[in-house]
């Protein structure tokens, strides 16, 4: 195959530099030609043989002019000089794939390249450890992926996609969706070459988030059963350091510390050989991590010897290279040294450890706070910017539809005056659809625009109660809110680019908000959601973000967070094409100002909000001076 692809790239350079000496900065004039040319290197398997080769044909094709004037050969050849680029660990791979974003993006259709862009741009903020950021894109190519629309995307590329946006979730405590995004690849693996690495990736993947998520070790075993079979049947293919990895997490759910101990030792000796081959800081931090949990393991055991013997391993290894060990890996290293010095009785030491561990996580967590909010800044902006790429998409389509119309127009006005009669009457028929039309499209921009002024408010009340947590040192609590935070912002990001979205996720979207909001005044109410009995919720769809408004105007001027016993109940009833949400609140002991006075700008969209859904749609409030206020919702929904 080596050989071939040498023959192959042999064959190109003289076609493409023949073509440059007929016409500078240019293959061909034919655009066919070139989409031919781009698809074939496309095809080429890259390696470290011919890549440079390649990359002068790419770089060719940057330069030439027909390419230039197509966005989407441009976004193609950009992409692939970012994947030459970054195979050999070049900063010109960042500036090649955010050109391609910016080329294809505002583009229709284009699924596959756009999937490959994003997942390429998700690989670049992961490297530079952005890995909210990283997790936007890289779940915006999964999104392709899994709802088909990338035709002609290879079973590698979809793993791959699908593999790294699990790998990320799993990184941003997005376990749910990780899970999912792993079990999507399963039933792909078999279309996979043998040995190919993510055979293996799916299942080691699949058993770390198992584990994350608690699940019972004979969840984990059948996936447990099916690597060890692959490790069997390909020895040479694969890490054996995953499957001894895999094992301990098996045994740890299976609260079995022996077998635990056992790999573990295996895999210190891969590392430690590893780690003398190959002087790296990855695989430093690896053996430090290896010790500590050995020494941590043999603790357990009341083996203090041993736990002593693999804790000064950590710290020589610690002293030796002082700058290099990673600070989530000090943490770690520091619970095991003070869980050794209280086994061997020197209390004062495991003191001394536990207060140095303190210090460095609070370090740690507020370097972790200040990136969060740094990255959910980042993660605004592109939401605003995929907004403006909508509209802008939006007003292209009535654009070309006013043309054609112009065009038609000039044509009916030519015909002979016998057709008049019908010219006319197709004239009125067209202008009708077109009102038609243009007045769905501005319900629908509205609806938009509507959203987009309710989400700014949600995530300026949001910031505003993390800046209370830290003002008062509640740092911990800051952490818990900004981590439910980042999984409410990621849902309502999903569903503002909806119109309508299914019941069940609006259901998981607002008691997100309920226990962030729970977090924000420290437990001063408690709420009740009683969902609809013996109905399939994901069937039911209505627009997105429509009842945490008169949610969160219950909480704010129906409990005394004074008292502490606030209560929210919320009913949903579903009836033909009506969903009726009755939202109630226990009242406060000193009612707020007449509501005139309490008039937000989020209350003021929802009623707007209300009034577009038709007349089906209503809102009643009830107030009572002993039992709060019950407000009662009839939304028009679609099965």
């Keep these: 195959m080596r050989s071939l692809n040498l023959i192959f790239v042999g064959l190109l350079l003289p076609l493409f530099f023949v073509g440059c000496s007929k016409k500078q900065n240019s293959f061909s004039t034919d655009r066919e030609t070139i989409a031919a040319q781009i698809k074939a290197l496309e095809d080429l398997k890259l390696n470290t043989t011919n890549g440079d080769s390649v990359k002068k044909i790419w770089l060719q094709l940057d330069r030439n002019s027909t390419v230039k004037k197509d966005t989407v050969l441009a976004a193609r050849v950009k992409y692939y000089l970012a994947r030459l680029y970054a195979m050999s660990g070049q900063d010109s791979a960042l500036f090649f794939v955010e050109q391609a974003l910016e080329l294809i993006e505002p583009t229709t259709g284009n699924a596959k390249y756009k999937a490959l862009i994003y997942n390429g741009i998700g690989n670049i903020r992961s490297i530079e450890a952005k890995q909210r950021e990283a997790g936007y894109y890289y779940n915006k190519a999964a999104t392709i992926v899994l709802s088909d629309t990338a035709a002609g995307l290879s079973t590698e590329a979809k793993s791959a996609i699908l593999l790294s946006a699990a790998q990320n979730n799993l990184g941003t405590f997005q376990y749910n969706l990780a899970e999912k995004m792993n079990r999507s690849v399963l039933p792909l693996i078999d279309s996979l070459p043998e040995g190919h690495v993510n055979r293996q990736r799916v299942l080691v993947q699949m058993i770390q988030t198992l584990n994350t998520l608690h699940r019972p070790a004979a969840d984990i075993a059948p996936y447990l059963h099916k690597l060890e079979e692959l490790h069997a049947k390909n020895p040479a293919k694969y890490n054996i350091s995953f499957l001894y990895d895999s094992k301990i997490q098996y045994y740890e759910t299976a609260k079995k510390p022996d077998s635990i101990l056992h790999y573990e030792l295996l895999k210190i000796a891969i590392d430690e050989r590893l780690h003398q081959e190959t002087a790296s800081s990855i695989l430093m931090n690896n053996l430090f991590v290896d010790y500590s949990n050995v020494a941590a393991i ?150 938009q625009l509507l959203r987009t002024q309710m989400e700014p408010h949600f995530i300026f009340n949001t910031l505003s109660a993390v800046q209370s947590f830290m003002r008062l040192d509640k740092k911990e609590n800051a952490i818990k809110y900004l981590n439910r935070f980042s999984r409410l912002l990621r849902s309502n990001l999903e569903l503002s680019r909806e119109n309508l979205v299914p019941l069940n996720e609006e259901l998981e979207t607002l008691e997100n908000y309920l226990i962030l909001q729970q977090m924000r005044f420290e437990d001063a109410f408690h709420y009740h959601i009683i969902q609809p009995e013996d109905q399939d919720l994901s069937a039911v769809m209505l627009p997105p973000m429509l009842i945490q408004p008169y949610v969160e105007n219950a909480i704010l001027h129906g409990i005394d967070f004074e008292t502490g016993n606030g209560n929210i109940d919320i009913q949903f009833e579903l009836s033909a094409d009506i969903l009726q949400v009755r939202i109630q609140d226990s009242g406060k002991a000193i009612p707020d100002l007449p509501e005139v006075s309490h008039r937000s700008l989020s209350g003021t969209i929802s009623r707007e909000r209300m009034q577009l859904l038709g007349k089906k749609a209503s809102v009643q409030i009830t107030k009572s001076p002993t039992a709060g206020t019950t407000v009662i919702l009839h939304i028009p929904v679609t099965y």
């Design 298 to 447: 043999y603790v357990s055991l009341k083996n203090a010897a041993s736990a002593k013997m693999f804790i000064q391993k950590a710290s020589n290894l610690k002293a030796q290279f002082p700058k290099l060990i990673f600070a989530n890996n000090e943490i770690t290293f520091q619970h095991s040294l003070a869980a050794v010095y209280r086994l061997q009785g020197k209390d004062k030491a495991a003191i001394d450890a536990l207060n140095h561990l303190v210090q460095l996580q609070r370090s740690v967590y507020q370097s972790e706070n200040t990136q969060a909010i740094a990255e959910m800044n980042a993660l605004y902006q592109l939401q605003a910017k995929d907004q403006s790429i909508r509209i802008l998409n939006e007003n292209i389509k009535i654009n070309k539809l006013q043309l054609q119309q112009n065009r038609l127009w000039l044509i009916i006005s030519s015909l002979a005056v016998i057709l008049l009669i019908i010219v006319l009457f197709f004239l009125y028929y067209s202008f009708r659809q077109r009102r038609s039309r243009q007045e769905k499209e501005k319900v629908l921009l509205q609806q």
